[in-house]
């Protein structure tokens, strides 16, 4: 009699404490949901025009030759014409607004320059200021395009909430049981019977199968993302287990910026600009800083303030003062980032002169996604021999190959059979010789 207001209190007590729970869960996503910005493709737009044209003075969120962007749109409300001061900050100063000279002040008369950017596209650049916020994650992501990967980026909230749902269920059933136990035992009856841990959460997810369910169900989601980042590390990333070796260099060249595509706002220089040997020796070799300073004798600035100052290494190695070459120049010591063991031979020139392969199929995307140079491919055995499997030889149109044909041509008639073989079939460098051993090992 007295015990079932006691119970129904409890089982009361515990229904509202899962509610609470549920609150914080809710809360605990809206606020990782809100790490988001709501217009993805705006913000993504304003970031692109952001770095394009603002970055060189301006951070988001910290100042730098300019104040931070984020709130400049508030600070203007009602103070003055955001969209004329950006499109030309000299001319707006000289209609009198006091916010725009008193800025001006501030900033120690430093000049904004005219930025020919339309409205629309100044909206997309606040939204993105605005929204910003900073990468999370081992690696922010360089292109605007959503990447697989980024999306794993939420996972470590779903363990914090998967971790809290199972602590606070178990402790709740925990406190119910032995409350349940006290009044059975005020009753005089026997209490529960001991259960191992395996059996209590047994027991509990049983009674508790609302629950039970849920953290079933991160669970799963979990282990889908961390399998879906494992897959997309080795698939998609270079196909094999590679340790993708970054080293960094004592200047920070970025060939992404130098050698990817202009539409993506970057310089899109030939790679055997500055590998000129690749396609006529055994090595592609690295470019001495002369190569550097056919442009940078002109180009001083980066694009940011750090940017220029890597510049200025190349200043330094050089000796040059920005007028003369004054001081001695000192060699550049790049660190070498690939590193066949010295029984193996590899030969550029062989692959990409006459193989008329493409630098990315052994470099990957160094053109489109890597700031600092890595490592792409295994550069294993195995690997070299699966694509001497798969790759057929390149025939037509190689002169390499059209001197034998020709010279087949010239000779007697015995080699009809194999000028016409050459010519119709498909070869793979396997059948040329390409898995003999003593080609690649001296
Ligand atoms: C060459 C450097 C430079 C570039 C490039 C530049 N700004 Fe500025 N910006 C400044 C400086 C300096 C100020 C501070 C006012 C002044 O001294 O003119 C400023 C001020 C501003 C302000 C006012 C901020 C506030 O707190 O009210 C806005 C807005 C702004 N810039 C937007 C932009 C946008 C958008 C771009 C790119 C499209 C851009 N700026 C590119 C230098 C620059
Ligand atoms: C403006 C000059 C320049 C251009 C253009 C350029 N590179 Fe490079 N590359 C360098 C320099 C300098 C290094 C050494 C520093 C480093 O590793 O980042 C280098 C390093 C490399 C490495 C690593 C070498 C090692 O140490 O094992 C590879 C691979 C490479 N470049 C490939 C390419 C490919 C492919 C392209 C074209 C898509 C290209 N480079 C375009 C200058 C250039
Ligand atoms: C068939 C695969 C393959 C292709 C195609 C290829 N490379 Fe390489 N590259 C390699 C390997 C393997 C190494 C490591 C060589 C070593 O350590 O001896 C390397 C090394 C390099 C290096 C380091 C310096 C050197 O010469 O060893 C540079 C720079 C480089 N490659 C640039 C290029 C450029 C630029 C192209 C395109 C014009 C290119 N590679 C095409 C496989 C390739
Ligand atoms: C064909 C011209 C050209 C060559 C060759 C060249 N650069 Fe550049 N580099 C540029 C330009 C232009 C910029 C500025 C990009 C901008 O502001 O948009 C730049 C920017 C840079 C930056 C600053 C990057 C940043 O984030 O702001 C560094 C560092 C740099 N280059 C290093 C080198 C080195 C090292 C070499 C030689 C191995 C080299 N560059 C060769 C044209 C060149
Ligand atoms: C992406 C494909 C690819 C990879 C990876 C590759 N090769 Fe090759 N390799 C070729 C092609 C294509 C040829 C044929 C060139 C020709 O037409 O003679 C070739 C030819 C060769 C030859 C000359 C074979 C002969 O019969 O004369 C040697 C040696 C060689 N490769 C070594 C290597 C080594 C060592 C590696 C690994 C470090 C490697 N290759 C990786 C595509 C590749
Ligand atoms: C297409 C080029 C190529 C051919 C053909 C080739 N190898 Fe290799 N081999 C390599 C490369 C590259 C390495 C270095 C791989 C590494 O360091 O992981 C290597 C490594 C090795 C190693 C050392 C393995 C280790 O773990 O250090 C041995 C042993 C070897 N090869 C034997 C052979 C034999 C035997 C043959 C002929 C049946 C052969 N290779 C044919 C490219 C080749």
């Keep these: 009699m007295l015990g ?35 217009d993805a493709a705006l913000y993504a737009q304003g970031e692109k025009l952001f770095k394009g044209n603002c970055a060189s003075c301006h951070k988001p969120d910290k100042d ?21 001061w950006v499109k030309n900050s000299t001319a707006y100063l000289k209609t009198g607004n006091p916010y ?24 997309a650049v606040l939204y993105y200021t605005d929204n910003y916020a900073p990468p999370v994650g081992p690696k922010p992501p360089t292109d605007p395009n959503p990447e697989p990967g980024t999306s794993v980026s939420n996972w470590p909230w779903l363990v914090v909430i998967a971790l809290l749902l199972l602590i606070v269920g178990i402790s709740l059933s925990g406190v119910k049981r032995s409350l349940t136990n006290a009044v059975l035992e005020a009753e005089g009856k026997e209490p529960l019977p001991d259960m191992t841990t395996g059996q209590k959460i ?45 080293p960094e260099q004592p200047i920070k060249f970025n060939h992404t910026l130098h050698a990817g595509k ?45 940017g220029t100052k890597e510049i200025a290494k190349i200043y330094a190695a050089v000796g040059w003062d920005g007028k003369a070459y004054t001081g001695k120049p000192e060699p550049v010591k790049w660190v070498k980032v690939h590193n066949l063991p010295d029984h193996a031979y590899f030969n ?43 790759k057929d030889v390149k025939m037509a ?23 016409k073989y050459l010519e119709d079939e498909k070869i793979s460098v396997k059948e040329l010789g390409g898995w003999e051993c003593s080609k690649c090992h001296y």
């Design 262 to 306: 202009v539409d993506k706002g970057n310089l899109a220089i030939n790679c055997q600009y500055c590998h000129s040997s690749a396609e006529k020796s055994k090595h592609a070799g690295i470019p001495s800083t002369n190569v550097c300073m056919n442009c940078h004798q002109a180009v001083a600035e980066g694009r940011t303030p750090e």
């Design 100 to 123: 725009a000279n008193e800025l001006f002040a501030k900033w120690n008369k430093s000049v904004m320059t005219a930025q020919a950017l339309q409205d629309a596209e100044i909206d």
């Design 348 to 390: 550029h020139a062989q692959h990409v002169a006459v193989g008329k392969l493409e630098c990315q199929e052994c470099h990957g995307p160094i053109d489109e996604k890597m700031d600092v140079a890595e490592q792409w491919a295994p550069l294993t055995m195995g690997w070299c021999i699966k694509c001497h499997a798969e």
């Design 4 to 38: 079932m207001p006691l119970v129904a209190r409890i089982s009361e007590r515990s229904t509202g404490l899962l509610h609470a729970t549920l609150a914080l869960v809710l809360f605990l996503f809206s606020a990782a949901a809100q790490a988001q910005p709501a």
């Design 397 to 419: 149109g190689n002169g390499y190959y059209d001197e034998i044909m020709a010279r087949l041509e010239e000779t007697d008639m015995g080699h009809q059979e194999l000028k």
């Design 202 to 246: 047994r027991n509990w997810a049983w009674h508790n199968k609302a629950f039970a369910s849920i953290i079933g169900l991160f669970i799963v989601v979990f282990l889908t993302l961390k399998a879906w980042d494992a897959a997309w590390v080795v698939g998609v990333y270079g196909g094999d287990e590679v340790e993708h070796y970054k």
């Design 64 to 84: 730098l030759t300019g104040p931070a962007l984020k709130g400049a749109r508030a600070r203007w409300e009602g103070k003055g014409d955001i969209y004329a």
